[in-house]
């Protein structure tokens, strides 16, 4: 390990003068999750064959999705996948 830097953590160093008008000056950007869903809706093989590609693709995991979902419509289900993304504020 570089000498420099393991004192550097052992030792106080004395504050540079300019470290605090660094800080003000350029703060860390906020961040923020987002909460996303996708859904895939169709008949119970064709929703189950779109999350097997999805999965061979490498986009999610099979398990990740929600179990299928009756939408309502005859012959028709939906399943879920959540996910969170961080993003910037502006």
Known sequence: MNRTLRRSF???QPPHENALQTVVASP???TQ????RIIIV???????ETIHTLHR???AEAGD?????PTGTADEVM???TR????SLP
């Open 57 to 59: 693709r490498g986009f």
């Open 79 to 81: 399943s879920i996948l």
């Open 65 to 69: 999705w929600s179990p299928l979902l």
């Open 42 to 48: 169709g008949t119970s093989t064709g929703v189950t």
């Open 10 to 12: 052992v030792e106080p």
């Open 33 to 36: 999750q987002e909460r996303l």
């Open 84 to 87: 969170h993304q961080r993003r």
């Open 28 to 30: 860390p950007p906020l």
